[in-house]
């Protein structure tokens, strides 16, 4: 079984600095989009969830909330890109890939790293492998190398699915971790720039769920 490349020092000394740099720095822009979202529907600017982190310690993740107050309770875990619990602003930061900003907040606080395995729902921690669940000895990432990769896809898939959690599971969660798993065993500065500029590509592109 090949190594995984753990947390250092030094990336979570980077992320700190990612993070308050960009924090100061958003700071008006995160707020109109605040405002945005609470002038155009009911409900808080901020949509908070529990998530796996490293050693599957639960954590909350920040994001803009992009649904409908209680969206968790009326619909499921995952979702398409026409799912009619999306407001109309979510939508627009769906697509600009503007609704995971918060996430810098998780990143200062260290429960997130910049780049790694997109955070799971626990719900789905029962379908993960034993080689797959090796992912949980490193911090989630804000830029996963399987979200990534996969957003489009899944976004049409789960949008014409009459089950979007069954069709994630069966579909893409493991091929999305096995691609996140090799990143994780080839992890260093040229897999960070290689996925930073795989990002960047992809920023014109449908955005899917992440």
């Known amino acids: 079984m090949t190594h995984i490349v753990a947390d250092s020092a030094k990336r979570r000394g ?3 600095v990612v993070a308050v740099a960009a924090l100061i720095l958003l700071l008006p822009f995160l707020v109109v989009i605040a ?3 609470r002038l155009t529907s009911p409900g808080p600017a901020i949509y908070r969830q529990r998530r796996m982190g490293r050693d599957t310690h639960p954590f909350t993740i920040w994001k803009f909330r992009t649904m409908v107050a209680n969206a968790d309770r009326i619909g499921p875990a995952v979702s398409g890109g026409r799912d009619a619990r999306i407001t109309t602003m979510g939508r627009w930061l769906r ?3 503007l609704d995971e ?5 998780n990143l200062a606080r260290g429960d997130m790293t910049l ?3 997109r955070p799971e729902v626990g ?3 029962g379908y993960y492998t034993p080689a797959e669940r090796r992912l949980f000895a490193v911090r989630p990432g804000i ?3 399987g979200a990534l990769l996969f957003a489009a896809e899944q976004s049409r898939e789960l949008t014409a699915a009459d089950d ?3 069709c994630y599971v069966t579909h893409h969660l493991h091929a999305k971790l096995a691609l996140d798993l090799a990143y994780l065993e080839r992890r260093g500065l040229r897999a960070d720039l290689d996925l930073l500029a795989r990002t960047a590509r992809l920023l014109c592109r449908p955005a899917g769920v992440r």
């Open 14 to 16: 980077c992320d700190i």
């Open 35 to 37: 405002v945005g979202i």
């Open 95 to 97: 697509r600009m890939r």
């Open 101 to 105: 900003l918060p996430q810098l907040v």
């Open 115 to 117: 780049i790694g395995p």
């Open 123 to 125: 719900k789905f921690l």
């Open 143 to 145: 830029l996963g190398p």
């Open 164 to 166: 979007p959690e069954s």
